[in-house]
Structures are given as C-alpha cells and as structure tokens.
C-alpha cells in the first residue's frame, strides 16, 4: 500500500533518503518480485536473495531515481537482469548448480 500521494512523491522523498518511502516500496512490490524472480531462477531461496538484491540497488541508486519514470518498470528491470546474471552465473558455478538442484529435490 503506498503511504503517499503519488508514487512520484514516494521516490521524491526515498532519494532524499527516507526509510518510509523505502518501506512503502519494498511492502507494495516485494511479493510481486520474488513471483518474477521466481519463475526465472526456479530456486526460492536464490529468488529471496535477488529480491533482496534489488532494494539493495534501490538503496545505493536513490539519489539519482527519475520520479518522473515508472519506479515498478525500472524494479522488474533490475529484477530481470539479477535473474539473468544469477544464472549465467550458476552455468560456470557447479556449487551453485548444486545448491538449485537439491532445491528440486525438496
């Protein structure tokens, strides 16, 4: 649920660094994540891990977030490209490629 006016004036007030817009953001967007991050890395806990990747990036990136461009567009971007880099990582990684498969196995 978004606690302000706009989602314009939430990133206004997130690139100046307040915690509430950042809770807003993670609370309306965080579930809807993971179900995308989900459905391309297959493995819940490496989806939490990217998830959680993303609001990293949000954090490090908010003084220079454009209020005027769709904030969810630009979280599902990063969101993707995480996803993508996870798993051109776990093709080179074989403990990685081991960590997904026993998640299967569950």
């Known amino acids: 649920r978004v606690l302000?006016?706009?989602w314009e004036d939430c990133i206004?007030?997130?690139?100046?660094?307040d915690t509430?817009?950042?809770?807003?953001l993670y609370d309306s967007f965080h579930h809807d994540l993971f179900r995308f991050a989900i459905q391309l890395v297959k493995s819940p806990s490496l989806a939490q891990d990217i998830v959680q990747e993303v609001y990293i990036k949000i954090w490090e990136?908010?003084?220079?977030l454009d209020n005027q461009k769709s904030i969810k567009a630009y979280l599902?971007?990063?969101?993707?490209?995480?996803?993508?880099?996870?798993l051109e990582k776990a093709s080179k990684?074989?403990?990685l490629q081991q960590e997904i498969l026993d998640e299967f196995e569950m």
């Open 4 to 6: 302000f006016r706009s």
């Open 76 to 86: 599902f971007t990063i969101c993707r490209n995480l996803c993508f880099d996870m």
């Open 20 to 24: 509430t817009a950042f809770k807003s």
């Open 61 to 64: 990136r908010r003084q220079s």
């Open 93 to 95: 990684d074989e403990p």
């Open 12 to 17: 206004k007030r997130l690139s100046s660094g």
